[in-house]
């Protein structure tokens, strides 16, 4: 992995760590959670554009496109369809 993209994601880390320094939350639950939840989405999003480049050298873009765009649409309809079942109660 070459350093351009290793020097990436250490200023895509600092800037989340920037991002959930929030002196008005006091450390609560919820800001505390939101923190987290974001410090992991930024790791899922490295891990994935990581591989993502390390797939596009030894696949062609077609079929990497084909299949990133497939996997996509299938999670998003799954996630869709979880968060509509944990909301649907209360409509």
Not at 28 to 46: E, M, P, R
Not at 59 to 73: G, H
């Amino acid at each position: 992995i070459p350093r351009r993209i290793w020097a990436a994601v250490a200023l895509a880390l600092a800037g989340v760590f920037i991002f959930t320094l929030d002196p008005a939350a006091s450390a609560t639950d919820a800001s505390q959670q939101g923190d987290a939840l974001c410090v992991l989405a930024a790791v899922f999003y490295g891990t994935y554009d990581l591989r993502l480049f390390e797939h596009g050298k030894r696949v062609a873009p077609v079929n990497l496109i084909t299949t990133k765009i497939t996997a996509q649409a299938i999670l998003s309809v799954g996630a869709a369809a979880v968060a509509y079942d944990a909301v649907a109660p209360q409509l």
